[in-house]
């Protein structure tokens, strides 16, 4: 299927390079999204050793959405215009002629570094965070709800391993190593899966809208319901 997909494809062109340039789009999209929430949770962790008076304030969602998708479709559009015929190929996809692949390469590289100086140094500062933390609660009788707090804290910090695309470190090495390959494939597919849990399950005001929806949309069913009968 796959194989007469990209024969159908490549029998015309501007459809393939069509798709080539989507997919272009998306995988930056993707990728700068990953640094977004790379910046916003350093930000969050330095807010944690300051007043609230000294924190800074997050960006709305508005303009995250515009940094999110404007800046990919940004690289797409001068990509396009430097080189117009880049896009194409028997896999539909960038070529390689005049170091085209390095409009997508160039910015994932950027990021992946970025985005893993960004987790080095949110682990550290919510590690030190968290130590003073537990030496206040060491200093009076420890709650079962501060020992939630700190194995809540320490779960989050450790899934952004994944949500900022750490494992696509696995990429960079230089081996035809098929565990490897295993091993990234099952990571990268779970990262779906962590940003819902983290972004949402253990998400308290995520949680209490669920639980709003739920409602609503429970005493909505209950006259239907009693109508019926």
Not at 29 to 45: Q, R, Y
Not at 209 to 216: R, S, V
């Given at each position: ?67 999110g ?46 985005n ?37 804290v320490l ?5 952004q ?24 494939m ?14 949402c ?29």
């Amino acid at each position: 299927f796959k194989g007469g997909f990209l024969k159908y494809l490549h029998a015309h062109q501007v459809a393939c390079a069509v798709l080539a340039g989507f997919l272009h789009f998306l995988f930056l999209s993707a990728f700068v999204w990953m640094f977004i929430d790379a910046v916003l949770l350093f930000v969050s962790a330095i807010n944690l050793t300051k007043i609230r008076s000294e924190q800074k304030k997050m960006p709305g969602w508005k303009r995250l959405t515009v940094i999110g998708y404007v800046i990919p479709l940004i690289v797409v559009g001068v990509s396009t215009a430097v080189v117009p015929d880049g896009y194409g190929g028997k896999q539909c996809w960038l070529k390689n002629s005049r170091g085209f692949q390095w409009s997508l390469l160039g910015p994932l590289y950027f990021i992946f570094a970025s985005n893993l100086i960004l987790f080095i140094a949110i682990f550290i500062t919510v590690t030190l965070s968290l130590k003073g933390l537990n030496s206040e609660i060491l200093q009076r009788t420890q709650t079962l709800k501060d020992r939630k707090l700190i194995r809540t804290v320490l779960f989050k910090t450790m899934a952004q391993f994944f949500i900022l695309g750490c494992p696509w470190l696995l990429v960079l090495i230089n081996s035809n190593s098929i565990v490897l390959e295993i091993i990234f494939m099952i990571l990268i597919s779970q990262q779906g899966t962590v940003i819902f849990v983290v972004h949402c399950v253990l998400n308290q005001e995520v949680r209490q809208q669920y639980k709003k929806w739920l409602q609503t949309f429970c005493l909505r069913i209950k006259p239907t319901a009693v109508e019926k009968v």
